[in-house]
């Protein structure tokens, strides 16, 4: 836990430019301490000069030279055909190298899993690396995944995302031993399709170290039922959008509300440190993993603050400093053995 | 239009008894004038002193007594085996007989379902009902559909839902022309799994008489960007779920955030008003047909007040006065020639 840790940082990834993301790094620098070091790839003079806007970075970023970007609505194939040489793939690059132990990028998400996935390789059986939501819920927050691009999941992916998630919310998020959940359309066992109810069984029969709990529904997303919910990536990206637009909808609603009276003005006046207080809980983080590499990518969203580029760089930092890779492995080769022996004789009741 | 009908209730279906579902018939008969009439199903002795209670009711409400009750936790099989003569069963029997033009339960959703299958049959060539639920959104209500029973889905189910569900919508909220869109995880033709891509190209074929626009995502919803959203019944049923959850933590986050200071307590006071029309505007309608049957059967939840017992029978009201059925049975023989007919020799371009 003590050797230095290089983080390798797309700097042109982001809607506001390169100094936007230099004084995010920075804060971050600041908070981890002088353990961790960053390589930000880049327009050259665009980044000595964000660079030199920050005292923090004094001695401990490196600028390395990137002449291409990934526009944000490039196509995941043209970036692939494209992208050699751009911030992003060097940012992902030094990784393969040996040169950082995690990279960060605001860019372009599909271009990014695109990248990552050529360069580094899946360590998973997965297609496509597994995108992790982080939602904010009545005991904290719940780690939700694949939310991303693995649309058509079997059972296998699913135990899959199990493993995956599960080792992330505790390198992430400090839990020692986090719960996990499959989302369904109820909580009995002959419930929802064959994917699921046989991804359960496979779950249940516990060869994994993991603290499964059976299947969980929609609302258990913001009850906090469990630590981790596993789902197939077409229902996750639903699931988070409609979470996004209810959201997003009440926000407006309560706004339009409180301004919609002069005394319900004095009342929202009166009550605005509450406001902001129940806003900034119900936020959600926009840092992400791309799970299943061999290497840790975190991605934030293209329009991302200061202080959520800051974030992304810490959950980078833990994951990497974490033991969170040989976790998912030692899972993951229970796996294979679990899909692949034949069902032990005496085992009826286990299914 | 101005002949007579009769609405079958379910009297002893509902948390709150007999009582609560009379008074809310009761006052679903006086905005609906003298055209409509009811049949009570239950236990005798009460409902003839819950209907004498109502004085709205007098000589509109036939009492039709039922010995037995489907229990809310009652799996379908168990209702199927001993339901008969209870009033879930004779409420939508009447139907059958030709008593009713619809049927109103506050009872089992799983129950009902079954027992509305079995007499009356599918109308669509789906297995079980449809669930349609009602979201409150920016631009009024959104027709959601399946959020029940039918977890796994090919195109033509999902065709299927989108025909059911637009002319519910017209129905239901006098939208001449409902807009449809389908549920998936992008707007561009490519995204989402096949059964939803080839939805999609049977839907922009246009032989049916229907507003489709395409792929909508789960932030849709709540924008309203569409009249109806169609999806298989597990997304749908996870959506509403996740919804219903952030709904409900929104809520309670506000109450506690305005509860959390003097000054915010006095703030919430002002803005009462204000915000009690935010939750009014905010919460769903729970009143909800069974789609594809031959017939109207529509449910609302067990803890059902009087205004939404109400509200079911209005619903059940307006579908069973319009042109519901005959529109339905327009869009499904075209479905069946869509799906049954070879695609035409130079059509390459429309798949």
Redesign the interface.
């Known amino acids: 836990m003590t050797e230095p840790l290089v983080i390798s940082v797309d700097a042109m990834g982001g809607d506001h430019g390169p100094a936007v993301v230099a004084a995010g790094v920075a804060r971050a620098a600041g908070e981890l301490g002088e353990g961790v070091r960053f390589l930000l790839h880049g327009d050259e003079a665009a980044l000595n000069q964000a660079v030199a806007a920050c005292p923090g970075l004094k001695g401990r970023a490196e600028v390395r030279p990137a002449t291409g970007v990934i526009a944000m609505d490039e196509k995941p194939a043209q970036a692939l055909r494209r992208g050699k040489g751009s911030s992003m793939w060097n940012a992902v690059e030094a990784i393969r190298a040996g040169e950082a132990g995690a990279a960060v990028s605001a860019g372009n998400t599909g271009a990014l899993m695109a990248v990552s996935k050529l360069i580094l390789r899946m360590g998973a059986g997965l297609d496509r690396p597994a995108l992790v939501a982080s939602w904010p819920?009545?005991r904290g927050v719940t780690s939700v995944l694949d939310v991303g691009a693995n649309?058509?999941c079997d059972a296998e992916r699913l135990v899959e995302f199990a493993i995956l998630g599960e080792a992330f919310h505790r390198a992430a998020h400090g839990v020692a031993r986090p719960t996990v959940g499959l989302?369904n359309?109820g909580s009995e066992e002959m419930k929802?399709?064959e994917e699921v109810r046989q991804a359960n069984r496979i779950l249940r029969e516990g060869v994994f170290d993991l603290d499964y709990r059976g299947f969980v529904?929609?609302?258990?997303?913001?009850?906090g039922a469990v630590d981790v919910v596993v789902?197939d990536?077409?229902?996750g990206?639903?699931?988070?959008?409609?979470?996004?637009?209810?959201?997003?909808?009440?926000t407006?609603?309560?706004r339009?509300?409180?301004t919609?009276?002069a005394?319900?003005k004095?009342?929202?006046?009166?009550?605005?440190?509450?406001?902001k207080?129940?806003r900034d809980?119900?936020t959600p983080r926009v840092a992400a993993p791309l799970l299943g590499l061999n290497g840790v990518v975190v991605k934030t969203h293209g329009g991302a603050s200061e202080q959520e580029i800051a974030d992304a760089v810490h959950m980078a930092a833990d994951l990497a400093r974490s033991d969170f890779a040989a976790q998912i492995e030692r899972n993951m080769s229970r796996l294979s053995d679990a899909v692949q022996a034949p069902p032990p004789p005496a085992a009826d009741g286990a299914a």
Not at 238 to 250: H, P
């Open positions: 819920g009545a649309v058509d989302l359309v929802g399709h529904e929609g609302d258990d997303l913001t009850k789902t990536g077409f229902t990206n639903v699931a988070l959008k409609t979470a996004e637009g209810v959201f997003r909808f009440m407006s609603e309560l339009g509300a409180l919609s009276t005394m319900a004095a009342g929202a006046l009166l009550a605005r440190p509450a406001l207080a129940f809980r119900l």
